[in-house]
Structure formats: structure tokens, C-alpha cells
């Protein structure tokens, strides 16, 4: 099986070089195959490792190509590794990855640079897949400094948009303080264990007792980067504005693989945190804060991809949680059934814009059922599962988290209940408002209102039966079931199972669920009602005030930023080139030109210079040093 | 003796260049500078180096300097032209270049000038033993020092020539 | 020694060729000359010769920057030879150019103060005149004149301290320089001491490390584009192997001493190369500051002397000169529409839609992404800085290289913008189009294989 693992990149790679280099000569039929058929290649392999990988519990596959550097003691490996842990992400990014080619192909037709996007798409899985199967936190890095690059690619996408541009740059910059973090992590890994390979690194941490502070600081470096990747407080208003992108870029990246990259991350490194005192609250809290902030901006949203964008920021909030608490195959279930439900979410969304000939407010749509059967049905069948209804997928795992989060903390099982009630409001108020109703938009628009082609529908319907019945992957004890997902990443997080075995009995864990269930009906009758039996339409932005202003207004979190950080930043390089480029240099002296008449060159013409100060500061430069060396 | 004049050369040569820099007349500058020339080819004789006075008197003195008066004198430089500088500037100038003095006088003042004197010699400032280091143990920088002339030939000569 | 006689060679070619108008074979000569000069330089691997009463010393880290130099010499030869052969003066500056290249090589192998100070001149000497190459225009005549007086200063302090070494230890010699240090470590006089820094700070003018880079935004603006990519490549690379050799070979003992001053250099150069380089709307100043706040992440290596500072000295000049002189094609190109402001890149993309990839590619190995060259030297850069444990430095660094990211990415959403009111149009020759790939490829290359280069040494 080791033989193979080389072909699951490289696929998407080759994809990107024949879209990249011939560009527009490829035949624009094809280019959209030959991408969509590199990521399926990568999913049959990938299949096919998952099926190996069932046997033997502690198999792993590793594949060393060359040592990609070595100095001093550092060695570092060109090395793939594939376990259990790796094998589920690698079917998540390769089976959802495909479906959204698929997609991508009826959805980007009209556009001119569609070979363009194969290829930053074909990059994107590429750099995704390095991040999930390179065997040490250097590729790691790589994989996760290119995902970001080519998020900012993506997002950017319609570059002729300055808004876009400027969304893209934000995305990258905010991605690059959390790779900071993991950066300084990253270094001070290796300053503790010696080494960069996930065994080396996460052997000799076991051996550590509980509570070194060094390993505090790691696992908190390391989580500031999967703050920026994963879209956490405070590095979180970037995914939002990053919807700027084409859809199906929204659904692949920012929803169902690269904003989980942070916690694949920490899954892999779970040994490291769980070791580690404050962190994993500290990681609990801010999910926590997440989780709750973003459900609530998501109420007042009317953009239809802002909502879901908030709700992916809320979702990931959900998945930080239950990996404070400890509950890392919870989390990675619940990346799971996101990508169905999320990535099938997005993907009606992109439809419904696509029928509304690019319209985003959900305010100009309304009735879009009969429309748009295929899109209403799945979109229905997404919301059900993101709400967390059974028999869909997100009740099953959203449960988990709950129930994991009770066991340690109610207060903070209370909260993130409040978190997940909220998303079925939002989220009901999109399906109603968007689907049900009178339609709002022009008549222009009703005239041209059509279902996607079936390249666009086929994707939709699989995700829908995945959201649908993804779940029974990971069925509750209660059920007296086996929860085949938690037993299948066993292997991977057993050092940490045995630390943090709290669990509830089976009557609270009923009385949990059951409780939940009716807050969301609730919820649901509520908003149903609102929206549906009163007609009610979200009210223009002007008419909104109150409470519900600042949450249409994000919180005024981009503002707060631009205030703390922005402006003093340009107000000290305003201020150093006031100083140094103009005041100093300028204002001292006004010219060369008695240098250059001293010396009679007969340039005399340049006056501009100010070669004489230029002296001046370094004779000044140089007594500096003479006084620090000497003096002081 | 040779103590007095180190003490009056030394005298000349930091007068004569303060006064290149100070006075007003291009060609004032250049007469002192042509003067603390000579001041410190008194140096180089007083340090057993006559050789080395001699070039420095026939090079720098005689052809350099020369050359750089013509100049001058072509250009038709004097004190009208030239631009007249701001009082902070020289100010300024004086205190950075006072600072300047302080820090190193300072620097050296705990330096134990560490002093060999190797057995005295009158031959070695002679052409004959300045021949023999320099075409033996500093060949190679001889020979290099022919490719930084070579470029600042090629250099000068392209700056020079007119463009057609 | 043989590398310097073959680029010697072609310097001298070069000059007759005008007289003997054969200016034709100018190209061929030094393409030809520099491939027997990148032979030479890998035939010296491992022998270790001392030349000439050990004037010169070819150990394999001379070798490796020789060889270095030379190769980014054959790049920027392809690219520039169009510039060059504009105007009337094709053998002069090609001349110029090889004698600089003479004295660079001289820099990086030399074994005797003379000889280094030596090599400085020649140098720098060919670049005053280069940078003022284009003598019908004002900017181009003023950044030789700036560089000319600034850099005349710099060699006095650097000859001031060659001299206060010189009185203190008795010899130009860096191994006896060394030996000196290493007996009388514990009582060195304030003289050696002095000199030391005034050897340094001379030779940070030369790698424009802040506070002594004043000189380089001017410079680097006026002067004729392949001009200031010669000089923020090969000079710079030469001018850190030089100032390596000689902190290595002569002060590696006193290293506790000189740490201090390399830091205040390299934290200043980079806050202050990176914060300034945000405000420019020039794209050549904005890689004039970028080249300064390079220079701070370069000396970062240096704080402390190891097994790994040479390795990532030269793996991050490497790096850094490939992804250079791939974006000043692009900046030549922009000089001849004489519009060199960022802005007038918006377009970019759409006409040259592969080339704006290659540049971002290149720039973003600039801004240190990783899989690329960039990333590679700056990680062995800052790892080198750590081991010595330096953690705040390396901090500093790393918020520095976040807001160099800033400013190459406003170069790269410039280029994917739509066009302007200004609808430049940019034409690229082949000599162009074979630099551009070259670089790209080698920066990739190295980042994907930094063992490449570091697997040598």
C-alpha cells in the first residue's frame, strides 16, 4: 500500500500543471474533467487505503522519498505517513473535494478563466493533502502556508473587484499571525523533543509528566495558528469576507476542508495537549465565545452566504469545544458531517445564486420551491442536518459534542446549548425566507428562475444522502449501537482516551438529548411561524436598531480592528516617513549641492540631494555604536 | 629632536586640513591640501620611509593636485558660486564631528598602543627592500591592484567621453 | 585564484573589444568566460589552496560563494545584456561589470586585509561609474555621485580600521590576525577593539544594513534597473561572504563582543526596511527597501558563528538573489515605459497571465512562503538565530517577515488588478522570458531541495 500514497497529491498536482501551463488552450470541456478526475483518482486510492487501514488497529503507512534537509541534527524527511486519523480527512477532502469539482463545472461555465480555477483548485487539494499526509510539522507547514496561498487565490478570484482583493488580502494576512504561532510552535517543538516528526515528537511527549509548562506554551502557539486557519476569536472576521470568492470555493475551503486544517492539527498533536494544564480550557473557552458570537451575528445576516459563513465560524466553534473538552474523535466527527452538510449547503446556496443570476439577499428571493425542487429538498435536508434534528447527520455528532461538553463543564454545556439552538433560528429563518413565501426579486429575475444543470444537481443529491445518513457513522451508546468512527480513531487518540475518561450515564445522556430536541423544535415552531405564517421579511438595513444593529454589524469586531491595529500601524510608518524620509533628511538639510559645488564635478544640476545628511546620520550612526560598544 | 618635529608636523598636517575644509576658496582648499601633503611626507620621512615620502610628494603634490587645480580654475569656482550653508548645518556639523573626536579620543585612551620596535634600520623605507615586499610577499595584491586602476580607467573614460 | 584570472579575462576582452570592434563577441565572451569561471570554482572544491604567501585562501566556502556569484553573474548577464548593449558604451560597462565581479570574487576568498580592502575597491569603484551608466539621465548621474561620496566615506572607516588592527596585531594576515586574538583574548587593547567595529560598519554600508542603508533607496532608484539588480544581488552576496570570512577567520574568538553591534544592525535593518518599504509607491524603491530589511534578516546567521552560518548565509543569498533578479526583468521591463510606480502594474495579469504567476511566485519566495527558496533561507536563517538563543530576536524577525508580506502582496494584487486609466503595455525579450523561468525554477527547485546547497558545506 505504500507504494501508493505518492499518487494521491500528485493527481491534483498534474491536474493543476496542465490547467496551469496550457491555461486556455485546453478545451474547455476538458479542463474541468481532467480536475475533477485527479481528485477521484485520489479518492478511489484513498478508499482503497481506508479499507487496508481496517484491519490492523496500529497499521500506519509510511513512505519515505528523500531527506528534504539536514543540518546539525535536524533531519527532516520528504515523507508521507497515512493512519487512521489521516485516511478519514483523506476521504473527506477527496470524496467532498470531487463532488464540488463536479459541481464546479456547470457552476463556473460562463466564466472566462475557468481553466484558471481548475487549476487553483487542483493546487488547492494538492496543498490540502500534503497537509494531512505529511509525516512531520514542516510539511505540515508547507501544506498549510499553500492551502492559505491558495485560498487568497481563490478568493481573490474575480480580481477585477477591489472589495474581493482587499477580502483576499485580509484572509492571508490573518492566516499569517496564526502561522506565526505555529511557526514559533513549531521551533520551540524542536528546541524540546529534539526533533520534527510526528513519532519522534509525540513518543518522547508521552514520556513527559503532565502540566510542563513548556508544553503549555507549545500547545498554546500551536492553537494561535489553528485560530487564524480556523477562523477562532480573534482571528476570526477573515472567513466571513472570504466569501467573496466563486461558491464552490466557499464550500470546499471555507467550509468543509481548509478551515478544519486547525483541527486536524490538533487531533494529531493530541498527545501534546492533552498533556498540557490551561490550554485545553483556554482552547474550550474561545471555541466556546466562537461559537456563540458568530450563532448570533448569524441571526441578522441577509447575506446568504454571510449567514452560512457565520454559521461555519459558529460550527468550527463547536469542533474547538469538544476539543478542549477532550473529545477529539468527537471533533473529528463532527468535521466530518460539517463537510456533508456544510459543504452541501454552500453548494444550494451557489445554486440559488446561480438561478437569481448572482443575487446574494435573501430579501429579493422567497419561493424558491417550486422553483428549484432539487436545491429546496437538499437545502432542507442541510438545514435539518445543521440544526441538529435526527435522523440527520449533525444531530449525531452536534450530540456528541454536548454530551462530552456536559461531562466536564454544564455551565458550559448550558452555553454552547444556547450556541446550538440559535443556529436552528438562523438557519430556519434562511430556509423559510429564502424558500418560502412570495418571491421578492425583479421580474426579470422570476423570468429566468431555473434548476441547475445536472452537473450541479448530481453533487447535491449525493451530499444530501451523506447529511441524511452520514451520521450513523457515530451512533450514541445509548443506542446500544457500535459508533463506528470513535472506534475506527481509537488508535489515534489512545494516549489521551486514558487520560480524560469522564462520561455521563445513559439517563442524563437521554435526558441531554431530549432536552435539546425540544428547545430546537421550539426554535423552529418560532421562527416558522415569523417567517412563514406571518410572512415577516428581514427589515431593510436602514430600519435596523437596537441590539439587532450591532449584530448586523458583526459586532463591530472590523471596526474595533481597524482602530487597534491598523491605524497605529500606518500612523508609525506615516510617522517614520514623515521623520526620516522627509522631516530629518529633508528638513536639516536642504541639498547636496554644496558638496557637490565643493568638489566642482560639474553635476551641479542635482540639487535635490541630501548626500550631506545622509553623512551626517551615519557619522551619527557611527558614534552610536562607539558609545554602546564603549561607553556604556 | 625627532619628538619636536613629530609635535609640529602633526601641528601642520590637523591645521593645514582643517583649513582645506574651512576656508572659503576652492583654491585655498587645495593649496592646503597640497600643503598637508608635504606635512605628511615629513611623517613618512620621520618613520624611516623615504621612498614613500618622495612618491607621495611626486604623486599626490605634484601630479593629483595639480590636476585638481586646473580643474578648478577651468570650472571658474569661488566663493559667490558657492552655495551658502545654513548656520544650524555647521553647527550641527561641528558638534557631530566633536563627538566624533570625544568618542575616540576616548576609546584610545585606554589602549595601551601596543608598541614593537622592531631593530632599527635605515634601509627599510629604501626602494630595495619595499621592492622585495612588495613584488614578493604582496604580489598578488600588486597585480589586483592593477585591476581596481584598470576600472577606474575604463570608468573615468566612459564618464568623460562625450556622447555622440 | 583561476576563477578571478578567467573573470579578469573577460573584464579585459570586454575593453579592447570597442577598440578592436569585435563588440559582437562581448556575450559569447562572458558567457563562456563565467562557465569556465563556475568550472574553476567547482574544480577548487576540497583542495584547500592557500596562493600567493597566503593572500588567498580557496576553502570550500570561498568556492561555494565564487561559485554562487558566478552563477547569479551568468543570470543577470542574460538579463541585462539588452540594457547594456543600449547607448554607446557596451564594452565599457560590460568591462565594469566584469571587474566588479573580479573584486567580489576577490571579496569572498581573500585571506589578507589588503586583499579584502582590495576587492572592496574594485568593486565598488566599477559601481560608482555603473550607477551613473546612464549619463542622459539626472537620477542615474546623482545615484553615482551619492554613491561615490557615501561610499568613499564608508571605505575610510573601513581603512581606519584596517589600520587600528593593523597597529594592534602587527600583521594583515587572517590567520595570524586570529592567532593574535586567541592568545591575547583575555587583554586586547581598546585599538583592536575599535577596529573591529569600524571594520564592520564599513562593511555594513556595503550590505546597506540599516542605520548606514541611506544611501541605497537614492542609489537604488537612479541607477539603470539591471544596474541596481547587480547591485542588490551580487554585491550583497558578496559583500556577506566577505563580512562572514572575516568575522569567521579573524574575530571568531571575541564573538561575545561583536554579537551586540550585529544585532542592533539586523533588528534596526529590518523594522526599518520593512515599515518603509509599506509607504513606497516606487516599485525599485520598494525592492530597495525590501534589500535592506534582507540584509537584517541575513545577519541574523552571524549573531553567533556556527557550523550552519555560512550554510545559511549562502542559502539565503541564494534564495534571495534568484528571486531578485527574476522580479527586476520585471522591473527593467516597466523602466522602459519609464513608469515604475506600483500602480502601473494593474493589468498585468491579464495580458501576461502566466508571467504574473512566475513573479508571484517570486515574490512571494521574497516574503518567505514556504515551499519556496525564500522560506527555506529565512527558516535556516531564523533557526541558525535560534540555536544561539536569540528567541527575541527571532521574534522580532518574525513580525518583521509578516509585514514584508504586507508590501509584497500589495505588488501582487497590483498586477491581478484591472487595468488602469494607464494601459502599459509590457514588452519582454527572450532574454527576458529565459531569466524569468530560470529564477522561478530555481526557486523551487531550492525549496523544494534546499539540500542542494546546504547538503555541501
Known sequence: ?632 | MSNYLFYILSFLSIFSALMVVLSRKPVHSVLYLIFCFFTIAGHYILLNAQFLAAVHIIVYAGAIMVLFLFVIMLLNLNAETEPHKPLIIKGASVVTGGMLLVVLIATFKSAAMSVSSPEFNSDLGMVESLGKVLYDQYMLPFEVSALLFLSAMVGATMIGKKEI | MNTLIAIAGIGIVAMIADILRIRKIIFPVAMAGLAIAAFTAVSDWNTNTRYFNDMMFFDNYAAAFSLLIVVIAIIWFVMAVPDLKTGNHYSDKSALVAFSLAGSVVMVSFSNLAMLFLGIEILSVSLYVLAASNKNNLLSNEAGFKYFIMGAFATGIFLFGVALIYGACGTFNLQEINAFVATNKSDLSGQMYTGVLLMIIGLSFKIAAAPFHFWAPDVYEGSPTTITAFMSTIVKVAAFGALYRLMAGCFSQINEWWTTVFIILSVVSMLVGNIMATRQSSFKRLLAFSSISHAGYMLLPLLTLSDLTGTSLLLYGAAYAFASIGIFSLVSVMSENDDESIDSLNGFAKSHPIKAILFSVLLLSLAGIPPLAGFMGKYYAFYAALKSGNTSIVLIAIISSLIGVYYYLQVIIAMYKPTGHTSASFRFTIYQNIVLWTCFLITLILGIFPQLIIGWL
Open chain 1, 1 to 632: 500500500m505504500e507504494s501508493l500514497l505518492w499518487i494521491i497529491p500528485v493527481l491534483p498536482f498534474i491536474g493543476f500543471l496542465i490547467n496551469g501551463i496550457f491555461g486556455n488552450k485546453v478545451p474547455r470541456s476538458l479542463s474541468g474533467i481532467i480536475a475533477s478526475v485527479a481528485v477521484l483518482g485520489g479518492f478511489i486510492v484513498s478508499l482503497l487505503l481506508f479499507i487496508s487501514l481496517l484491519g490492523d488497529e496500529n497499521l500506519s503507512f509510511t513512505s519515505k522519498y528523500f531527506t528534504w534537509f539536514h543540518v546539525g541534527d535536524l533531519k527532516l524527511d520528504m515523507a508521507f505517513m497515512v493512519d487512521r486519523l489521516t485516511s478519514v480527512m483523506l476521504l473527506v477532502i477527496t470524496g467532498v473535494g470531487f463532488l464540488i469539482h463536479v459541481y464546479s463545472i456547470g457552476y463556473m461555465h460562463d466564466d472566462k478563466d475557468y481553466s484558471r480555477f481548475f487549476a487553483y483548485l487542483n493546487l488547492f487539494v494538492f496543498f490540502m493533502l500534503l497537509l494531512v499526509m505529511g509525516s512531520n510539522y514542516v510539511l505540515m507547514f508547507v501544506g498549510w502556508e499553500g492551502v492559505g496561498l491558495c485560498s487568497y487565490l481563490l478568493i481573490g478570484f474575480w480580481f477585477t473587484n477591489n472589495n474581493f482583493n482587499d477580502a483576499a488580502k485580509k484572509a492571508f494576512i490573518m492566516n499569517r499571525i496564526g502561522d506565526l504561532g505555529f511557526l514559533l510552535g513549531m521551533f520551540l517543538i524542536y528546541q524540546t523533543f529534539g526533533s520534527l516528526n510526528f513519532d519522534e515528537v509525540h513518543s518522547n511527549a508521552m514520556t513527559y509528566a503532565y502540566g510542563q509548562p513548556v508544553l503549555t506554551t507549545i500547545t498554546l502557539l500551536l492553537f494561535v495558528g489553528a485560530m487564524g486557519k480556523s477562523a477562532q476569536i480573534p482571528l476570526f472576521t477573515w472567513l466571513p469576507d472570504a466569501m467573496a470568492g466563486p461558491t464552490p470555493v466557499s464550500a470546499l475551503i471555507h467550509a468543509a476542508t481548509m478551515v478544519t486544517a486547525g483541527i486536524y492539527m490538533i487531533v494529531r498533536a493530541n498527545v501534546l495537549f492533552t498533556l498540557s494544564v490551561f490550554t485545553p480550557e483556554f482552547i474550550a473557552v474561545i471555541g466556546l465565545l466562537t461559537a456563540l458570537l458568530a450563532a448570533f451575528i448569524g441571526l441578522k445576516q441577509n447575506d446568504i452566504k454571510k449567514v452560512l459563513a457565520y454559521s461555519t465560524v459558529s460550527q468550527l466553534g463547536f469542533m474547538f469545544v469538544a476539543l478542549g473538552v477532550g473529545a477529539y474523535t468527537t471533533a473529528l466527527f463532527h468535521v466530518v458531517t460539517h463537510a456533508f452538510f456544510k459543504g452541501l449547503l454552500f453548494l444550494c446556496a451557489g445554486s440559488v445564486i446561480h438561478a437569481m443570476g448572482g443575487e446574494q439577499d435573501i430579501r429579493k428571493m422567497g419561493g424558491l420551491s417550486a422553483k428549484l425542487p432539487v436545491t429546496h429538498l437538499t437545502f432542507l435536508i442541510g438545514t435539518l442536518a445543521i440544526a441538529g434534528l435526527p435522523p440527520f447527520a449533525g444531530f449525531f455528532s452536534k450530540d456528541e459534542i454536548l454530551v462530552k461538553v456536559f461531562a466536564s463543564s454544564p455551565w458550559m454545556y448550558g452555553a454552547l446549548a444556547l450556541a446550538s439552538v440559535l443556529t436552528a433560528i438562523y438557519m430556519f429563518r434562511l430556509y423559510f425566507v429564502t424558500f418560502k413565501g412570495q418571491f421578492r426579486g425583479s421580474h426579470h429575475q422570476e423570468e429566468h428562475l431555473h434548476e441547475s444543470p445536472p452537473s450541479m444537481t448530481f453533487p447535491l443529491i449525493v451530499l444530501a444522502i451523506l447529511s441524511a445518513l452520514g451520521g450513523f457513522i457515530g451512533i450514541p451508546e445509548i443506542f446500544h449501537a457500535p459508533n463506528l468512527i470513535s472506534e475506527y480513531l481509537a488508535p489515534v487518540t489512545h494516549f489521551s482516551s486514558s487520560y480524560s475518561a469522564r462520561a455521563v450515564s445513559h439517563e442524563t445522556e437521554i435526558i441531554l438529548l431530549v432536552s435539546t430536541l425540544l428547545f430546537l423544535l421550539v426554535a423552529i415552531w418560532f421562527v416558522y411561524n415569523k417567517y412563514v405564517k406571518r410572512q415577516a421579511i428581514p427589515e431593510p438595513d436602514e430600519d435596523i436598531a437596537g441590539f439587532g444593529k450591532t449584530l448586523a454589524g458583526k459586532f463591530y469586531v472590523d471596526e474595533i480592528y481597524t482602530y487597534l491595529i491598523e491605524k497605529p500601524l500606518n500612523a508609525i510608518s506615516g510617522l517614520g516617513y514623515k521623520f526620516i524620509e522627509t522631516g530629518l533628511i529633508k528638513g536639516v538639510v536642504d541639498g547636496t549641492a554644496q558638496v557637490v559645488g565643493a568638489l566642482g564635478l560639474g553635476i551641479r544640476t542635482i540639487q535635490t540631494g541630501k548626500t550631506g545628511t545622509y553623512l551626517f546620520a551615519m557619522v551619527i550612526a557611527l558614534i552610536a555604536f562607539m558609545v554602546i560598544k564603549f561607553m556604556i
